[in-house]
């Protein structure tokens, strides 16, 4: 049907003489294997990319496609298990599987740094920050005052601005970002010409990932070093890079500049990834989110075909048995590839998950959750420490109401006060439908603990490692809503096929499910009771994106079933604002802004949201005002005086926001700012700041 | 154009997925150290069921006329004071030690791990009520714990089970502790809170089965000292009594002996506890290898 188009060369052919010259990175049919149960499984498949001097290029797919074998791989580092059987690597000209091992080593100490997801990896957590700066550089020569001076002036270059004190700490006395920028300064002290940077914010907050991004981007323009982005988040890579490859079984599926690829996808794995991201202000009343069905082939897989065919709606008899080649599809916005014979169709890709959505029951009008008043005081060291103060807010039957803020907010601490985990202070009033809520858990009715329930962030730690998915949510059955035997088995089958698992997964322990299915069943199991309330605490944060679509779609679906509200925690504002009819924004424990979530997003907002929003990373790069957030969240042992956010305010209008805590007023009816200028004038200020989420 | 359904063109590679016991027990197959200490075990688990079978004479029967031969063709370890065959003896002597010291692990094992749920579970008040009279239990010499039971139950086997089981308890406690402690920040814990379990079933069966791996190193470990302990009492005269031809016990009445140049009324029981606590701590050494794989 379609021919592989290879009439476009000549742009294609003048880019390739040009930058012959010297690559940062070459992959040449590179194909990687991990030794596993005695045989070599193929996880890279002929893969060939290029960097060029100077450049970021960005390396996205789902999680398990093989992001971080090719980072690995480039500095070989792979694990012992893993080989290179085929292809050849050159990094700034040299050829890297030729290298003596005192050479390898060289060519890691001066040219190349890698910085992973996890700072923990590159951090000794029992050495002090200082001494495992400076020891770089005496590996590079440089020994005493000179050593700690150039850590110092590293430390100022990724804008930590005390450096000398944190010099003096140990790992885990930093913040996350913190961490990831000490990391960050680590790997530039060779000031390396190529940057590998794997996952590098995935566990981060929006404000605090916004920061390292900025960050990497300045540092860039710097230091001229070409980078490897590697990230599950198309966003990221979308502002970070200058071209993109999409990874697929191991084998690069599509590659272009980035805002082509991701305006204007040619592969349909591409568009069906984009598609499953909540994009411009998206909602749940609007339509379900696409998903992918199926999943990657596991490593080793023989494929004969594309590798894609067995997920993608497009395929033919062709696409089973013959490999698609990478089509060269460059035009005058640049080279392009895509490994797809019907490229010209890919965007004609039918939707996996129809998008029509039952109409959501009208709320009615009576709250099922009350709170009023409630605090929070942790002792930290002596000092109190207020994590929640004062909130109060109402939630009706089959809403979401969406918490966000950055982490140390107080949005856990609110979840778990709901719950019971932790009592409250004396004072404030939880009620449950119209009955009030004994603070501690031991005290509360078995009703009232079975109509509240949690689906945690990380199923690995909420699921019980030793027991079988049938006892998991067995018990749950039997203990929320008081079954056994008979009745039991039969609900087991309902709620079992009501999160889309099969009675396939009830024998199995949950290290056997993927990420997904385990926060399927995570999200059964809360569901066992018929619960009036469940909290989700960042249900999707560990997920790929197409994992991430199909359980907003099943949370979505299971609410307007059976009625049940939400109070949904996340950092991804894409996805809040996607699920949620009502948003509270915190920030030390206080609420700075409640609202109709509409409202909350398209603003008028308070000054905070206006820049929690504005941090996040977007699709499409058209420039909008920025707005900074500087440093982080204060402590709340000791919280700034008057508006406790003056501190980082970039509309800060004077002394009065250091001297009196402003009131949460309501502006419009049903939404409330915590902040000294009046609702007009912000209208006035943010206005022609569009901000979209995601 | 809708997809025409023939075969995938993706061969998924069936990685079978072990369970982690299978995953310990191959590894532990693999294990030189393990396999090593396990076979010296077993040798003397086997004296120990079937030693008189093979052992040349009765271990008990005296023969005073050859009494304090040196070792020969005929007795191999010689003969002891009053003519009994040594190595006889040291072949079936291994059978007490072998009953009282793993009766005395499990019990410390039981012991410690219900205290060490308890004091992690509840942390609190419990553990630092529990915790500060297992330290202060501990403190004590095991020999003054030794002395006071067997005045309260006399010397018998049961006493020698009863005062290690209860000296090693708090040092299984201690480990069970720290992993339940970590066991316990654990959502699956919360969510057991969340369905209003009772703390019985929270520590007994979401909780247990995770920590039993860090409980199974230690009470391999505790198995060696339990096996020097047993020897050490014995040698004391607190434990196993005569005539059982018992190692320690046949120590402590020879060992008079190696003055007057009679050396083997004593070396080979000496090397026969050796070998057993070697054996025991090779194979404790390739679980906890196996566990921190
Ligand atoms: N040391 C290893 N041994 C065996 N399989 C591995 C090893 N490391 C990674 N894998 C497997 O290889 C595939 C690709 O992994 P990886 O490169 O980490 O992907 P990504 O970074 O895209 O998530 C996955 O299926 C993963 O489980
Ligand atoms: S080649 Fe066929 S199966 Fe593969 S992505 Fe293209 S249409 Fe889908
Ligand atoms: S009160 Fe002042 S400091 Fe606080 S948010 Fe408003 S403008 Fe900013
Ligand atoms: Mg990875």
Not at chain 1, 129 to 142: A, C, K, S, V, Y
Not at chain 1, 283 to 290: A, E, I, S, T
Not at chain 2, 190 to 202: D, G, I, K, N, P
Request: glycine share 8%; proline share 6%; charged share 20%.
């Amino acid at each position: 049907m379609t021919e592989p188009a290879q009439a476009h060369s000549t742009k294609t052919k003048n880019a390739k003489t040009q930058s012959k010259a010297k690559n940062a990175l070459e992959l040449k049919d590179l194909s990687v294997a991990y030794r596993v149960a005695g045989r070599n499984r193929a996880v890279l498949r002929n893969l060939s990319l290029t960097i060029g001097q100077g450049e970021a290029y960005g390396l996205v797919g789902e999680s398990g496609c093989g992001k971080s074998t090719v980072a690995l791989t480039v500095v070989r580092y792979l694990p012992r298990n893993g080989s290179i059987t085929d292809g050849a690597i050159s990094l700034d000209g040299k050829d890297i599987m030729k290298l003596d091992a005192e050479a390898l080593r060289r060519t890691r100490a001066e040219s190349v740094s890698m910085v992973y997801q996890d700072p923990g990896k590159a951090l000794n957590p029992s050495i002090r920050i200082g001494r495992q700066m400076t020891e770089i550089f005496e590996l590079g020569g440089i020994t005493g005052q000179a050593a700690t001076d150039q850590a110092i002036a590293m430390l100022n270059r990724v804008r930590i601005s005390d450096p000398a004190s944190v010099m003096q700490r140990y790992p885990h006395q930093l913040s996350g970002g913190m961490q990831q920028r000490v990391a960050i300064a680590m790997a530039l002290a060779n000031d390396p010409s190529m940057l590998i940077l794997d996952e590098p914010t995935t566990g981060l907050d929006a404000t605090v990932e916004a920061e390292v991004l900025d960050l990497i981007a300045q540092l860039r323009q710097e230091l001229s070093a070409s980078i490897l982005f590697i990230s599950h988040n198309l966003a990221v890579v979308s502002n970070m890079c200058d071209r993109v490859g999409v990874l697929y079984a191991g084998m690069l599926v599509e590659e272009g500049p980035t805002e082509v690829v991701f305006n204007d996808p040619r592969h349909p794995y591409t568009v069906a990834l984009l598609r499953c991201l909540p994009r411009g202000g998206q909602r749940k009343d609007q339509g379900r989110l696409d998903t992918i069905p199926g999943f990657l082939p596991g490593i080793g897989a023989t494929i004969s075909g594309c590798a894609f065919a067995d997920r993608c709606a497009l395929s033919t008899e062709r696409c089973r048995t013959e490999l698609p080649p990478l089509y060269d599809l460059s035009d005058e916005r640049g080279k392009r590839l895509s490994r797809c014979h019907y490229h010209d169709k890919a965007q004609a890709l039918p939707r996996a998950t129809p998008s029509d959505v039952a109409p959501a029951p009208k709320p009615a009008a009576q709250p099922v959750l009350r709170v009023a008043g409630v605090n929070k005081t942790y002792a930290s060291h002596g000092h109190p420490l207020r994590a929640v103060k004062d909130v109060s807010l109402d939630l009706r039957p089959g809403e979401t109401l969406g918490l966000v803020g950055e982490s140390g907010s107080g949005k856990t601490t609110f979840a778990r006060l709901l719950l019971g985990l932790v009592p409250p202070d004396d004072g404030g009033t939880i009620e449950l439908e119209g009955k009030a809520l004994a603070p501690k858990l031991e005290n509360r009715g078995d009703d009232q603990v079975k109509a509240m329930q949690i689906v945690f962030q990380n199923p690995d730690s909420a699921l019980n490692r030793s027991h079988s998915i049938r006892h998991i949510l067995g018990r749950a059955l039997k203990r929320l809503a008081g079954l056994s035997g008979k009745a039991l088995e039969t609900r087991l089958d309902d709620l079992v096929r009501s999160v889309r698992l099969t009675d396939r997964h009830l024998a199995v322990k949950p290290r056997q499910l993927s990420g997904g299915l385990k926060q399927r069943v995570a999200i059964a199991r809360a569901f066992a009771g018929d619960p009036r309330i469940v909290v989700c605490d960042e249900p999707t944060s560990a997920l790929d994106v197409s994992v991430q679509a199909a359980i907003l779609n099943l949370l979505a679906d299971l609410q307007s079933k059976e009625d049940v509200s939400y109070i949904f925690i996340s950092h991804d504002l894409g996805v809040v604002r996607y699920l949620s009819d009502k948003i509270a924004v915190l920030y030390l424990g206080r609420i700075m802004e409640l609202g109709p979530s509409e409202q909350v997003f398209s603003g008028p907002h308070h000054p905070y949201t206006e820049a929690l929003l504005s941090a996040v990373p977007k699709l499409d790069q058209t420039e909008t005002a920025r707005i900074r957030l500087d440093g982080e969240i204060p402590s709340a042992v000791n919280p700034p005086s008057g508006c406790v956010f003056h501190t980082r305010c970039p509309r800060k209008i004077g002394p009065i926001c250091e001297q009196q805590e402003p009131p949460l007023a309501e502006a419009q009816p049903g939404h409330s700012i915590r902040c000294h200028i009046p609702y007009s004038e912000l209208a006035r200020l943010q206005k022609g700041v569009v901000i979209e989420a995601a | 154009m809708s997809a025409v359904q023939t075969t995938s063109p993706v061969r998924q590679d069936d990685t079978r997925r072990r369970s982690p016991a299978a995953e310990v027990l191959s590894s532990l197959m693999r294990s030189g150290t393990f396999l090593t200490g396990l076979a010296i075990v077993l040798f003397w688990v086997a004296c120990a069921l079937f030693g008189e079978h093979f052992a040349p004479y009765d271990p008990l029967a005296d023969d005073i006329i050859n009494a304090l031969s040196p070792p020969s063709a005929e007795h191999w370890f010689g003969t002891d004071q009053i003519g009994r065959d040594v190595f006889s003896r040291v072949i079936v002597g291994s059978r007490d030690i072998l009953t009282v010291a793993p009766l005395a692990t499990l019990l410390a094992t039981i012991a410690g791990t219900a205290l060490g749920l308890l004091t992690g579970y509840f942390r609190g008040i419990v553990d630092d009520v529990v915790s500060r009279i297992l330290e202060a239990f501990m403190a004590i010499p095991v020999v003054i714990v030794a002395l006071l039971a067997i005045v309260a139950l006399g010397t018998s086997k049961t006493t020698v089970i009863i005062v290690i089981g209860l000296s090693f308890a708090p040092i299984i406690a201690r480990t069970v502790r720290s992993a339940v402690l970590a066991e316990r920040e654990l959502d699956y814990v919360a969510a057991a809170q969340l369905r209003h379990e009772s703390a019985f079933h929270t520590m007994f069966v979401e909780i247990l089965p995770n920590v039993i791996p860090p409980i199974l190193v230690e009470t391999t470990v505790r198995l060696g000292y339990a096996i020097f302990a047993v020897a050490t009492l014995s040698f004391m005269g607190f434990g196993i009594q005569p005539p059982s031809p018992d190692w320690g016990l046949s120590i402590s009445s020879n060992y008079g002996m190696i003055g007057g140049g009679f050396w083997w009324t004593v070396l080979f029981d000496a090397l026969a506890i050796a070998s057993l606590v070697i054996g025991v701590n090779l194979a404790a050494d390739g679980v906890h290898g196996a566990f921190n794989d």
